[in-house]
């Protein structure tokens, strides 16, 4: 199993307001630290420790960042995004630096799942990446995923109203020669690429129960500051709300 982790840091951050204007949202404080190293502190704890950061927005505030975990045997390299260019855009521009196969994660969201268990079966043949995901009993926030059999075979919008259904929970293993096709620019991930490889038959999903929690919005990010204290839910690894 390739130890690399990549995490996607380089958004705006635009629905949490003031609170980005200065401070990329990966880098805000939760429970008296940066939400990243809450991040990275897990995937260390894991056997994660080649990591790689897309940035982009706010990128030179990662340097301390980075500073920070020098020593701590953790290996943190920045690759910034000079151009928005959509999450897509942002790992293409760092296929050199990817490992054949590599774990991806979304810098803002926490979902606590065994990541050695969920990155440690190599992906088969024909298959190009694996997806976890979580059920929620309440998904209109966020779009849903198909599964079937273990494999993805769609994914739905943001729906107002809609009821229970599993979710994309920003956690990824991926195929560096997958990301090499990408070539038309601005790309997303969501919106784009995962699409294409479900059509395809090449994406595999996983479902966990773990805790999750995305700071995108002001109320989760008011409520990460609970969850991530000491014997918060965060920390124990199950949440008993969505």
């Excluded at 704890?45 to 030179?60: K, N, Q, V």
Aim: aromatic residues 8%; contains cysteine; negative net charge.
């Amino acid at each position: 199993m390739s130890d690399q982790a990549v995490l996607l840091v380089g958004g705006r951050g635009t629905r949490l307001g003031a609170l980005t204007a200065d401070t990329p949202k990966p880098l805000l404080p939760v429970a008296g630290r940066p939400f990243l190293s809450h991040l990275v502190e897990r995937l260390a704890g894991y056997g994660f420790c080649e990591l790689l950061l897309l940035t982009g927005y706010l990128a030179p505030e990662f340097e301390a960042f980075q500073a920070d975990w020098a020593g701590r045997g953790v290996t943190v390299t920045c690759r910034v995004e000079a151009d928005p260019a959509g999450t897509g855009g942002a790992l293409h521009l760092a296929l050199p630096d990817l490992a054949p196969e590599f774990l991806l994660l979304n810098g803002d969201s926490l979902f606590a799942i065994d990541l050695a268990d969920f990155a440690a079966p190599p992906l088969p043949p024909g298959v190009d990446g694996r997806l976890a995901l979580r059920a929620m009993p309440v998904a209109d926030r966020y779009g849903t995923v198909q599964l079937d059999q273990g494999r993805i075979v769609g994914f739905q919008p943001r729906t107002p109203g809609a009821g229970p259904g599993l979710i994309n929970g920003g956690v990824y293993r991926l195929r560096r020669d997958a990301v090499a096709h990408l070539s038309s620019f601005p790309c997303s991930l969501e919106a784009d690429f995962f699409p294409k490889l479900a059509a395809a038959g090449r994406l595999e999903g996983r479902v966990f129960d773990g805790y999750f929690l995305d700071i995108g919005i002001p109320a989760d990010f008011a409520r990460a500051q609970a969850d991530f204290a000491p014997g918060g839910q965060a920390v124990n690894g199950k949440s008993t709300k969505e």
